[in-house]
C-alpha cells in the first residue's frame, strides 16, 4: 500500500512550510523595501544593469543643473553689460547732437565754451555706465580707472560635457578715450565736424557701441535658450530615470496585502506541519 509516509523523525509537510514561508517573506521584503523607498531598483542589488544606468542619469542631470547654474549668472552677466551700452548708447547720441552744434562755425565765443562744457559734461556719464557696467565681480566693459569688478572675457559650461560659450569684452577705455576731444579739438568746427564724417573717430566709436550692443544681444538669447534647452532635457532625463528605477506604488500596494495574507497562510501551515509528529506520538499508548 502505497502512500505518504508519516515520520518523526523528517517532517516534510515542515520543510514544504519553511520554504514556502521563506519565499514569502524574501518577497515581501523586496516589495516593502519598493513602497518604503518609492524606487523598484534602490541599489545595484536589485538590478545592477537599471542601475547602472540610473546613476549615470543622475549624473549628468547634476551636471546640466550646474550648468544652469553657470547661465543663470552669465545672464546677469549679459543683462548687466548690455544695459550700460543701452545707456552708453543713449548718451553717445547726446553727444553727436553736442558735436553737431559744435561743428557749427557760426557758434564762437562764450556759447561754444558753454556747448564744449557741456559735452565734457555728458561724457562723464558715458565713464560712469562703464565703470559700473558689473556683476558678481566681473565687467565686460569696464576697464578704466574707477571701475568695479575684473575686467575680461569669461568662458561658460554650458551642458553636461563641458561645452562652453565664449563671452568676449568689450574695451570701454577705448570707446572713453577715443570720445574725449579737449577743448582745443572742439574748439575748431572743421575739427569737430571732421569727427562726425563717416570716417570720423566719433562715428568709428558710435558704430562700435551698436556693433557690442548687436553682440551682447545675441549672447544674451543663445545663453537663454540654451539654458531653457537643458532645463527641457533635465526633466526628460527624469521622465526617462523614473520610468527605469521607479516603483509602481499601486500596483506594490496590492501586492504587499497579498503578500501579507500568504504569510499568515504560511505560519498557520507551519504550525499545523509542527504539530505533525506530537500527533503520531499519541498513536502509541
Do not use: C, W
Amino acid at each position: 500500500m502505497s502512500g505518504v509516509i508519516s515520520s518523526i523523525i523528517t517532517n516534510s509537510s515542515a520543510a514544504v512550510a519553511v520554504e514556502s514561508l521563506n519565499n514569502i517573506n524574501s518577497q515581501l521584503q523586496n516589495v516593502q523595501n519598493q513602497v518604503s523607498t518609492g524606487y523598484r531598483v534602490s541599489s545595484a542589488v536589485n538590478d545592477g544593469a537599471a542601475y547602472a544606468v540610473a546613476q549615470s542619469v543622475r549624473g549628468d542631470v547634476g551636471a546640466l543643473t550646474t550648468a544652469n547654474q553657470q547661465l543663470t549668472s552669465a545672464q546677469g552677466l549679459l543683462g548687466t553689460t548690455v544695459s550700460g551700452l543701452n545707456s552708453i548708447s543713449n548718451q553717445v547720441n547726446t553727444l553727436q547732437t553736442t558735436l553737431v552744434q559744435l561743428s557749427d562755425s557760426s557758434v564762437t565765443g562764450n556759447q561754444r565754451t558753454q556747448y564744449i562744457a557741456q559735452y565734457k559734461s555728458e561724457l562723464q556719464n558715458v565713464q560712469t555706465a562703464i565703470q559700473d557696467s558689473n556683476y558678481n565681480g566681473r565687467t565686460l566693459i569696464g576697464n578704466i580707472s574707477g571701475s568695479n569688478g575684473t575686467f575680461g572675457g569669461v568662458n561658460i559650461v554650458k551642458n553636461e560635457v563641458g561645452g562652453s560659450f565664449a563671452l568676449t569684452s568689450f574695451s570701454g577705455s577705448t570707446l572713453y578715450h577715443a570720445l574725449s576731444f579737449t577743448s582745443t579739438q572742439l574748439s575748431g568746427a572743421t575739427t569737430v565736424a571732421g569727427f562726425l564724417t563717416a570716417t570720423g573717430s566719433f562715428t568709428t566709436q558710435s558704430q562700435s557701441v551698436g556693433t557690442a550692443l548687436n553682440t551682447y544681444g545675441n549672447l544674451t538669447n543663445l545663453v537663454t535658450n540654451q539654458a531653457s534647452f537643458n532645463s527641457s532635457k533635465i526633466d526628460a532625463l527624469n521622465t526617462g530615470l523614473g520610468s527605469l528605477v521607479d516603483a509602481n506604488l499601486s500596483q506594490e500596494s496590492a501586492k504587499l496585502q497579498s503578500l501579507q495574507i500568504q504569510q499568515q497562510l504560511a505560519t498557520s501551515a507551519l504550525s499545523i506541519a509542527n504539530q505533525s509528529p506530537s500527533l503520531l506520538v499519541k498513536l502509541f499508548p
